[in-house]
């Protein structure tokens, strides 16, 4: 078949049948019309505009079903040669390039985001690739194109579309049209104009709107706006509220002109084109989420034809002259015919090098008898020709170990290639045996004595050889050919291709297995033939060699395989003096492939001119269980006329025969591969289950019955039974027959005159939701999508993947090396257009290699298991990729929908009944431990602090060390008593402050930190800490300060000289405008001066400081702090941990808010104990630093941070053994406490038990605590009170905000730790998210908790009462509804333990499973980002560190990649399965970043809207970003 014409070109459509076809793609999606119905309106729809099929006949369009297999009679036509093309011409096919080229064009482009690289990882690209398509430009055809009820591709399309949307947000609207037809972002905030940016800010301030409410969920049809109870403070990601529109705040919008958010809206568009209506879903709101089950297609064709009957061939008539085995035919022809030539071999020139007689054959084979039974120790049978050392070659070695190999045979020149050990001898293989290698060219052998014979063991049963075969799995076996199915084998062979006496035979294949070994080895000697062998280096210097052969030895026949034919066509230019007129039979070893059928057509046109018989062509099925299954016979031999089948792809995907009339581009010709060998009979079986015969129009497996297949898996009893001793059996289930069949892997069906058809095979078959598809078509419809050469070669490999329970299709291409970004992408992007529509299938995975890198077979094609084991281990490195898993994934779990609430009345009244108790718990009452009157005393710190430099002036209270671990200051009581005057006095004299004031601390971790905050109290100003800008990042480390600064309202900032010196540098005018800093003191050289006064407040609910700081999901929110709360916290750290002026303790903590800020100034003036000070920065030039002080001040009680945990982990783990040598002895710590406002971070908290438990630490010693904004200390594990216990919970049901506990190690369990013991005084409640009713014991909810030490709201710029009234003033709907609570905005549960606390009653533990703010509400659950992270960490080892955060409903992640920028992209599929596999969810994008990219606070926790912000501005620098489609 010649290329006819172009390919079909798409005419542009009017408008009105484009509105049509929108609206039918609608009902489609929407499931108001069938895939049928659909496909007959759309057809109707485009008739007059769809240029006829080329070379189709006009009539033959028409809807004639025919009722079975159309067969044509195959009359070759003599046609024009086809223009040479370096592709794989092995799956060429006219009509069906034509087809995919037909269906591409019905394809309107979509637009697809392309992939971004960095320019490291292009290898050869143009800067155009850089640039993405102008998305916001509705030029082209596709973006004029508006369809109802979609995302359109232009970001904004007028100032007059804001106002609409927006009223709908501020209404709560939930209907995803009103949100997707105007804003490209939903929910997502607009910032095009100038003036739309203003309105918008004017309305945000007045209306109370969460603009981050949750867009419409474009990948399940879900809209749900989800509005968070908990409304956010000014932003530290933008700009606070109400500063005008300098900078454009990125908090919920993004920047228009950012690349990444175009891309994504074109991800957002392609997702939300209608896919097919779904299948039938069922789901059941519990934990166990049912994966939905594929439900049968009910219009899917079914089989209609009658039972087939066992085909029987014809009888195999054995000459009863013959020689009576293969061994006795050597003899006879080498003791009587010992002249006539048996091989000739060839060199790479394709000169004879050597032709081998028949009499020196049986002397050789008798010299090797001989040496092999009487020269060598041990008799040896199995023989493996060496030399096929391939990527499979391990596997190989195995089997030559079980089949207990131990002699290897080969030649001189081969044993001197093979690579050698230092001693000489041949070097062992991985995964080899050892072996004794022998070679076997004359001189080596010992000659025999003059009548010696072997012991003939050359019939029967016995086993004659063994050949390899590698499964799909890539695991190698080995199959047993008995002497008595050899001897057969070449009987049957002689008689079906009517081998005479001393004909030529040119074999192109390997001679060591299959069709190449039965025909050029075994049968030719049978019959005294004369091979000529042509090796594959000649065939790859020379593809025409074996053509020339033919013609220079008059050969009669020629074994090839479909590639020869295919390549000798490449290379058969300019060749005139080639004649094929001897060719008798030209066998076709793998015609059972169905693509082998173009290279037959094309080979005849060309050939057919130079004397090849049409009928000379005789494709032949063979597999390595069966031996030959079927060849055709020329019709001398009695061989009725070649047919072919033209199947419909679609009715083969359901296992039935079909011929196509209605769709003419999805279709799969196939030709015969003739009757079935003599003396075997055949059958056509289900592939799975019972081995029921099929219908006469039913695929199935062929099975073979005959004395000429092999008999065994070597040593592998199991599976031989399944493949050798198959018994059909008909409906009724009556045997066929008596005699067990062999199946063969061969997919096909018997057609008219019993010809055999062979449809793909079972290696090659994958399972895509109860259709099959053969990988073999699908590459096919691959190579047909770019008449332009983009793949390399033609080598692309096809294969499936398991995830999520279905299989997923992979396809691997290797890419030219010339091709652009560019030209992958859109190549890609067709091949998924032509694959779904051809095979309707999706691609779950499309990879491009470069050129000459997928694994090679021993004979040059693509090693398909081993590409695949390299996809599943993240080894493949390809240099492009794209994942569909939104079309692919059809059996997710159907998104949860809300049920309807149980009041919180029925909540309780439920609990009550099944007996739970109402999940609420307590510190320890103050009032039992301590006289009131103290408390009263230490009601303010700044009077605590003057008594103590009163009673004790010289008792240590601070000891601060450098990274040397020497100290650099020290304060007793009256030092700092001191400092704290001269700066009140400062404060007082120079800043002109009255008490009230705020004044913003910019200090780095140090004395004078705290000496400057006491000197704040001691004036009546409200200290605010601050940390110092970073001087080598001042562009973002310096805008934070100076909003603190701004937002605080500060009117003063003390600081050092230093610091002092950096705010008003050049370098920070480029960052802030330095001008309106508020007055600056420096506080290195104020004079000495004493107070008149200090100080003391008029009642203890007066501010005492503000606590700012910037929480995970990137809000600044600072909070007050009264004296009164201040105290009490420091009251009930005092009692927990037993903290007493005697005590040390070791800090290593930032001091600037939370938890950190109150160990580091306050509790050490409280309690008058030491405090031990080790700035974290300083760990970074000594990692040691903070154990080797812990150990050296003997710290009974020492705090840390997760990234000082995880610093000394990473650091320290190879050098325990040197801190020991060097004295560090941790034995004294009684607790270590990590300060968090997160989950407890398990795995490594017992990383760092398990390090340092050589240095003494305590097992027991490590545990966490848990503060937030609005209290900054709950739980504290403390010296006394039970240890931490750990919980196992399950994952999914946690997802539903349910708590069931599970055991260790179970599917989907998740280890839990407490978070240290309830403070004393502290009182814990769970609460309903939304209810607000109070839940019961071992419920999942948000942890509402009330103390003395609360904070008392918070403060902003506003000054806004709801949110106060919100978050620290919250009741309970129900119950005890008195009590005031604070919200604490972390989901959690409490569960009452066996174990007993210090005052005899059963504990209560409190777990924390994670922030509100930060889960992420997808499909209708609730997911933790940890989670996820876990997850894709695990994935792969180059994977350092992983973050995860949601963008218009889609899922983002974000990895870290240890590892070359080269293989960035092995992670992109991995990190897409885990997250299917484990949590049920499809990744929208995957960002690959360098590491440390990731930005983490100073408490150790991920920043992931900082890093989601930097993602959509485009500041992330990614080494690459894929869009999954």
Known sequence: MADRGCPLEAAPLPAEVLESLAELELELSEGDITQKGYEKKRAKLLARYTPLIQ???????????????????????????????????????DVHTEAVQAALAKYKERKMPMPSKRRSVLVHSSVETYTPPDTSSASEDEGSLRRPGRLTSTLLQSHSSIEPWLDRVIQGSSTSSSASSTSSHPGGRPA???????????????????????????????????????????????????????????AGGVPVNSRVSSKIQQLLNTLKRPKRPPLKEFFVDDFEELLEVQQPDPNQPKPEGDQMAALKGEPLSVETSGPPSLLAALQLWGTTQPKAPCLTALDTAGKATYTLTYGKLWSRSLKLAYTLLNKLTSKNEALLKPGDRDAGSQQVGFLLGSCGV?????????????????????????????????VIDGKHLTKPPKDWYPLAQDTGSGTAYIEYKTSKEGSTVGVTVSHSSLLAQCQALTQACGYMEAETLTNVLDFKRDAGLWHGVLTSVMNRMHVISIPYALMKVNPLSWIQKVCSYKARAALVKSRDMHWSLLAQRGQRDVCLSSLRMLIVADGANPWSISSCDAFLNVFQSRGLRPEVICPCASSPEALTVAIRRPPDLGGPPPRKAVLSMNGLSYGVIRVDTEEKLSVLTVQDVGQVMPGASACVVKVDGIPYLCKTDEIGEICVNSVATGTAYYGLLGITKNVFETVPVTADGVPVSDRPFTRTGLLGFIGPDNLVFVVGKLDGLMVVGMRRHNADDVVATALAVEPMKFVYRGRIAVFSVTVLHDDRIVLVAEQRPDASEEDSFQWMSRVLQAIDSIHQVGVYCLALVPANTLPKAPLGGIHISETKQRFLEGMLHPCNVLMCPHTCVTNLPKPRQKQPEVGPASMIVGNLVAGKRIAQASGRELAHLEDSDQARKFLFLADVLQWRAHTTPDHPLFLLLNAKGTVTSTATCI????????????????????????????YPPGVDLIAAFYGCLYCGCVPVTVRPPHPQNLGTTLPTVKMIVEVSKSACVLSTQAITRLLKSKEAAAAVDVRTWPTILDTDDIPKKKLASIFRPPSPDVLAYLDFSVSTTGILAGVKMSHAATSALCRSIKLQ????????????????????????????????????????????????????????????????SYSVMEMCTKGLGAQTGALRMKGVNLSCVRTCMVVAEERPRISLTQSFSKLFKDLGLPARAVSTTFGCRVNVAICLQGTTGPDPTTVYVDMRALRHDRVRLVERGSPHSLPLMESGKILPGVKVIIAHTET???????????????????????????????????????????????????????????RRTELTDASGERHDALYVVGSLDETLELRGMRYHPIDIET???????????????????????????????????DLVALVTNVVLEEHYLVVGVVVIVDPGVIPINSRGEKQRMHLRDGFLADQLDPIYVAYNM
Not at 59 to 79: D, V, Y
Not at 1337 to 1356: C, F, K, Q, R
């Open 1431 to 1465: 997850s894709v960490i695990r994935a792969h080892r180059n994977i350092a560190e992983c973050a995860v955060f949601t963008w218009t409903n889609l899922l983002v992640v974000v990895v870290e990649l240890d590892g070359l920028e080269q293989d960035a992209l």
């Open 1332 to 1390: 607000k009713g109070p839940l019961g014991d071992s419920h999942l909810g948000e942890i509402w908790v009330s103390s003395p030490h609360n904070a008392t709201g918070y403060y902003t710029v506003y000054g806004e009462e709801t949110l106060h009234a919100d978050h620290f003033s919250a009741r309970l709907s129900f119950g005890d509804t008195q009590t005031i609570w604070a919200r604490t905005g972390y989901l959690g549960f409490l």
């Open 55 to 93: 070379g189709v006949d006009p009539c033959l369009q028409t809807e004639n079903r025919l009722p079975g297999p159309l067969m044509a009679a195959a009359t070759p036509k003599p046609q024009k040669s086809r223009a040479t093309n370096s592709r794989d011409e092995r799956f060429r096919s």
């Open 1137 to 1200: 941990c037993e903290l007493y002026p005697s005590r040390q303790i070791a800090i290593c903590l930032d001091p600037y808010c939370g938890l950190g800020f109150a160990l580091w100034c306050l509790c050490s003036v409280y309690s008058g104990h030491q405090s031990v000070l080790v700035p974290p920065l300083e760990l970074e030039s000594n990692v040691s630093l903070w154990l080797s002080a812990v150990s050296q001040y003997k710290a009974r009680v020492t705090f840390c």
């Open 975 to 1002: 030092q700092l008593h001191k400092r704290a005057e001269r700066v009140a006095a400062a404060l007082m004299e120079k800043g002109r402050l009255d008490a009230g004031d705020h004044v913003a601390l910019v």
């Open 192 to 250: 095009a104009a100038p003036g739309a940016t203003t309105a918008l800010a004017g309305l945000t301030a007045h209306a109370h709107v969460d603009l981050h409410s949750a867009p419409p969920d474009v990948t399940t049809g879900l809209a749900e706006h989800s509005h968070h109870e908990r409304p956010q403070v000014a932003s530290v990601r933008g700009v606070p509220r109400g500063h005008g529109r300098t900078v454009l705040e990125t």
């Open 406 to 438: 131990t002699l290897a045979l080969t030649t001189d020149a081969c044993q001197k290639g093979l690579p050698k050990a230092p001693t000489g001898e041949v070097a062992t293989f991985k995964g080899w045996p050892p072996l004794a290698w022998l």
